[in-house]
Nanobody, 126 residues
Framework: DVQLQASGGGLVRAGRSLRLSCATS????????IAWFRQAPGMEREGVSC????????YYADSVKGRFTISGDVAKNTVYLQMDSLKPDDTAVYYC???????????????????WGQGTLVTVSS
């Protein structure tokens, strides 16, 4: 049974940091790409960051480049998203998603991810 459990969201002031976790089970973690998407109220879901556990390659949306860091722990089957210098525009529900690396062609296309976590809310106050 595949599970992705996102956690770590909360309310923080602008400029502070949060670390999100995506704990996974039920699939071969090392063969998968894990991505973080976010969706703000009234907005479309957007890709934030992605890591390929096969080789550790990472990708970031321009809006978070230099502020967010994605990492994976193969021993714990968990992916982390370290979010620094948070801005009010980062306020959203953050979701983690997984797809086998062989099925990936466009990392920011949410339709390419077949497994999703339940989301964790991040609120950044000004």
């Amino acid at each position: 049974d595949v599970q992705l459990q996102a956690s770590g969201g909360g309310l923080v002031r602008a400029g502070r940091s949060l670390r999100l976790s995506c704990a996974t089970s039920g699939f071969a973690f090392a063969d998968y790409a894990i991505a973080w998407f976010r969706q703000a109220p009234g907005m479309e879901r957007e890709g934030v960051s992605c890591i390929f556990n096969t080789d550790g390659s990472t990708y970031y949306a321009d809006s978070v480049k230099g502020r967010f860091t994605i990492s994976g722990d193969v021993a714990k089957n968990t992916v982390y998203l370290q979010m620094d210098s948070l801005k009010p525009d980062d306020t959203a529900v953050y979701y983690c998603a997984a797809s086998h690396w062989k099925l990936m062609s466009t990392i920011w296309d949410s339709d390419e991810y077949n497994y999703w976590g339940q989301g964790t809310l991040v609120t950044v106050s000004s």
